[in-house]
């Protein structure tokens, strides 16, 4: 299942000293633990269990699963019968019992260098309880589904928190998105109040984001869903004059001036602040609501398998899926995979460069970092704001030892060469990490060589939303790492590479990565629909779980993810379904069909290739692209080839007519996007 022996040519080692503290120090120690969490995940899992809190115990398996349609109903249950809390987890026990009430909680460091504030694991709590009693006083009820759509603040955190402590279901939309995105979240999944704040800087760039919201609450409301309240957040509009755009808020519910903040060290520039229309039907000021409302709030117990979060990812129909995750597994996972992946110590800092709106963020920003009590960066900024070397400047600034972003992060900055890394001393870094997508070897090397100073092992750690955390990953003082691969199954993972038969393949192979049994934080459905959660992920090879991506396995047992392998692009890590960028292009009036591929990008990975055909027939004409439907489907691999120029096609017999992938190539004149 995995090597007995760690490989020995062209690899890298995590360094002598991490190895001294490391909670996996070796490989036969990784290997012990792994044998222990597939041969007997109840006691594995049940040893995690022992330093959470749980107001009732499990009955039953520790872990309860059916992964095989033609045997029924797939289902996945972790902890069945145990109740617990997981806000309690993260927050009351490290507070209480761990005495942890004075260590910060955040860094939060805004996007303009000096804007910055500091909140403890005791601040958190209390502002999470006063906003959860706020939403209670809103009538939210545990079960229900609240829409989050925020900058990267501290409030975010709170909120999403706040809803867990009452047993809410949060749905964070990304706030990059727009409104259509955001309605077509909130109407999916049904949410009876929505959170946002009024705007925020990316750069230089402003995001009226309370107009974005507005926008899509219309939308909802034109849908036949009207969403009863809006709380705003004021980030950038502080003072109680003239913040609201020409209409004032309700009498009411005054904003209030936030002296407080001020004096906690929150900056304040005279930069252009959003307007901010208000209704006061809807719009309720996050700040007036949070006057004299108590900061103590007794946690909702829950069950282990109740509804945490519902967060959207591409579907390859072009229509999202509202991916579910459960209380207790999700708990564990992320908590045990970000202790054992960024080798956690007390005294670390740790920062991911993620945005809380997705996956990363949600199990390592929030959930892993503060069920470890670790002290963590918030970032609001970009990483070439206000120019290349804002990243090492914010890990000096903190001595950030532990840090994970994205290939696409590392391939930007790398353009710009050493310099801008140089001039800072980096020198608290122990442990780097990437996530996204595949990391090439250029852009491991640099990051190991210039940024770690090859110090620190690489933990490339392969993973979904779908998955909740790790899967294929590194362990930095235990596994030896090869430049590109994520190595090896986290605990409890047991992966597989399928040919297009459904065979499982021995030794060196590549072909469709899957997984044979679940781990804890695995999704449990996709909301509102079981039958495409199964038909997604358990329909194309009966028994496993399909992740849609290809994988190589080399002669040493090592796993590397080539790719999606479904109508699926990676864009600088995030993913795009091609159905919907096409459905978005054929919307506009001049188009009459449209056809998305992926093309290798230096920076981002994947870029969009997008051939269009116009209705006047300029470019192509549209019996063209009708002979080519005719097959049923687009070629995609071949408009992938033509999109990168290439004339090995290999087998293109099954078209109709063939001399159209000439006139292609002919007319390879579209802008790659
Ligand atoms: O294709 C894989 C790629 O990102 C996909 C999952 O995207 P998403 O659900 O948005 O979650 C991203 C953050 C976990 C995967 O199916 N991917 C993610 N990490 C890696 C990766 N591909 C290669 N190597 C990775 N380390």
């Not at 001036?257 to 901010?276: I, M, N, S």
């Not at 129909?317 to 007390?346: E, R």
């Given at each position: ?21 490391a ?12 044998m222990?969490?597939v ?44 109740s ?13 019992e ?6 910060v ?44 759509y925020?900058?990267m ?18 749905s ?25 704040a009024?705007?925020?800087y ?23 869903f ?14 109680p004059?003239?913040?609201?755009g020409?209409?004032s808020?309700?009498?009411?519910r005054?904003?209030p ?15 252009p ?12 000021c ?54 054992v992946?960024?080798?956690h ?64 992060a590392?391939r930007?900055?790398?353009k ?14 122990k ?7 595949p ?6 090397q ?43 199954p986290f ?22 990565l ?11 459905t ?39 392998i ?34 290798p ?30 097959q ?11 999109a ?12 109709a ?17």
């Amino acid at each position: 299942m995995i090597p007995d022996k760690p490989p020995q040519d062209n690899v890298f080692h995590g360094s002598e000293e991490l190895k001294k503290e490391a909670h996996v120090p070796s490989f036969d120690k990784y290997r012990e633990l792994y044998m222990k969490s597939v041969d007997n995940p109840d006691e594995f899992w049940g040893d995690v269990a022992k330093d959470f809190f749980w107001k009732t115990k499990h009955t039953g398996q520790f872990l309860d699963y059916n992964f095989d349609v033609t045997k029924g109903e797939i289902y996945i249950k972790c902890m069945e019968g145990a109740s617990t809390n997981i806000c309690y987890n993260l927050l009351d026990r490290n507070v209480h019992e761990k005495k942890l009430a004075d260590k910060v909680a955040f860094f939060w460091e805004g996007n303009e260098p000096g804007d910055e504030l500091t909140v403890t694991y005791r601040e958190l709590l209390q502002r999470v309880c006063q906003f959860a009693n706020v939403l209670k006083a809103q009538g939210v009820k545990k079960g229900d589904r609240v829409s989050i759509y925020m900058p990267m603040v501290v409030e975010l955190v709170v909120a999403m928190l706040a809803c867990v402590r009452i047993g809410a279901v949060h749905s964070i939309v990304f706030a990059g998105f727009s409104a259509e995105s955001l309605c077509e979240r909130i109407v999916d999944s049904q949410c009876c109040l929505l959170i946002t704040a009024d705007g925020f800087y990316r750069g230089d760039k402003l995001i009226n984001l309370k107009l974005l919201a507005d926008e899509a609450l219309q939308k909802c409301r034109d849908k036949g869903f009207p969403v009863g309240r809006c709380i705003m957040l004021k980030h950038l509009s502080k003072e109680p004059e003239g913040i609201l755009g020409s209409q004032s808020p309700p009498a009411k519910r005054p904003c209030p001036d936030l002296q407080q903040e001020k004096q906690a060290g929150r900056v304040k520039k005279t930069r252009p602040v959003p307007k901010v229309p208000w209704n006061p039907e809807v719009d309720l000021c996050w700040d007036a609501l949070l006057r004299g409302v108590s900061d103590e709030c007794e946690p909702e117990w829950c069950d282990s398998e109740d509804p945490l979060f519902i967060l959207y990812t591409s579907g390859s129909t072009g229509k999202p899926k509202g991916v579910l995750h459960t209380v207790s597994g999700y708990m564990l996972y992320t908590a045990t995979t970000f202790k054992v992946v960024f080798d956690h110590q007390p005294d670390d800092v740790y920062w991911c460069t993620a945005d809380i709106g997705w996956i990363t963020g949600h199990s390592y920003i929030t959930y892993g970092p503060l069920a470890n009590g670790a002290t963590s960066v918030l970032f609001e900024g970009l990483p070439t704001h206000p120019d290349v070397s804002r990243m090492w400047e914010i890990v000096d600034k903190y001595n950030v030892t532990k840090f994970y972003t994205a290939p696409t992060a590392i391939r930007l900055l790398m353009k710009f060469g050493n310099e801008p890394v140089q001039r800072y001393k980096r020198s608290s870094l122990k442990v780097l990490g990437t996530v996204g997508e595949p990391i090439n070897p250029e852009a491991w090397q640099w990051y190991y060589n210039v940024v770690g100073e090859k110090r620190c092992p690489i933990v490339d750690t392969f993973w979904q939303t779908e998955t909740g955390g790790h899967v294929l990953t590194p362990l930095p003082a235990a596994t030896p790492m090869k430049p590109g691969s994520a190595t090896l199954p986290f605990f409890g993972v047991v992966p597989a590479i399928l040919n297009e038969s459904g065979e499982e393949l021995e030794g060196p192979s590549e072909g469709y990565l899957v997984f044979k049994q679940p781990w804890p934080g695995v999704m449990r459905t996709i909301y509102g629909s079981h039958e495409r959660f199964e038909s997604t992920y358990f329909k194309k090879f009966p028994g496993y779980y399909v992740t849609g991506d290809g994988c190589r396995r080399d002669k040493d047992g090592y796993f590397w993810v080539t790719g999606r392998i479904d109508d699926m692009l990676n864009v600088s890590g995030h993913l795009l379904s091609t159905a919907e960028v096409e459905s978005a292009l054929v919307e506009h009036e001049a188009v009459a069909e449209a056809a998305v591929v992926g093309r290798p990008h230096p920076v981002k990975g994947e870029s969009l290739y997008c051939f269009v055909t116009l209705n006047d027939g300029v470019m192509y004409n549209s019996e063209l692209e009708v002979e080519l439907k005719k097959q049923g489907k687009i070629m995609r691999r071949l408009l992938r080839k033509i999109a990168c120029d290439e004339r090995e096609l290999g087998d293109i017999s099954t078209l109709a007519d063939s001399t159209v992938v000439e006139q292609l190539f002919q007319n390879r004149c579209c802008t790659a996007v």
